[in-house]
């Protein structure tokens, strides 16, 4: 049975920084590549970053490149996303997902076959 199991969000100012991560099990984590999709209220699931299975290839949201660093470690079967210089118009539930076998470049809900349950990320302003 594959679990993702997100930590790292919390409360900050605009500005400030936050890590957060994704612990995997249930599946050889090195042959899936990993996406971070986060949803306010009110909106559609939206994508943020994706890493593929080695690490070697990345793919990110227009609305986070140069702010957000997506990485992996296969050793601790566990995906991370970097936020830094966080804007209000991030806040939201961020979601980790397991794409069997796929590469960095899906950027749609449906791509991915596992989902965590979320970790809710406030930013005020």
């Known amino acids: 049975q594959v679990q993702l199991v997100e930590s790292g969000g919390g409360l900050v100012q605009a500005g400030d920084s936050l890590r957060l991560s994704c612990a995997a099990s249930?599946?050889?984590?090195?042959?899936?590549?990993m996406g971070w999709f986060r949803q306010a209220p009110g909106k559609e699931r939206e994508f943020v970053a994706a890493?593929?299975?080695?690490?070697?290839?990345?793919n990110y949201a227009d609305s986070v490149k140069g702010r957000f660093t997506i990485s992996r470690d296969n050793a601790k079967n566990t995906v991370y996303l970097q936020m830094n210089s966080l804007k209000p118009e991030d806040k939201a539930v961020y979601y980790c997902?397991?794409?069997?076998?796929?590469?960095?470049?899906?950027?749609?809900?449906?791509?991915?076959?596992?989902w965590g349950q979320g970790t809710q990320v406030t930013v005020s302003s």
């Open positions: 997902a397991e794409r069997r076998y796929g590469s960095a470049y899906g950027t749609k809900p449906n791509q991915y076959d596992y």
């Open positions: 249930g599946r050889t984590f090195s042959t899936d590549a």
């Open positions: 890493i593929s299975s080695s690490g070697g290839s990345t």
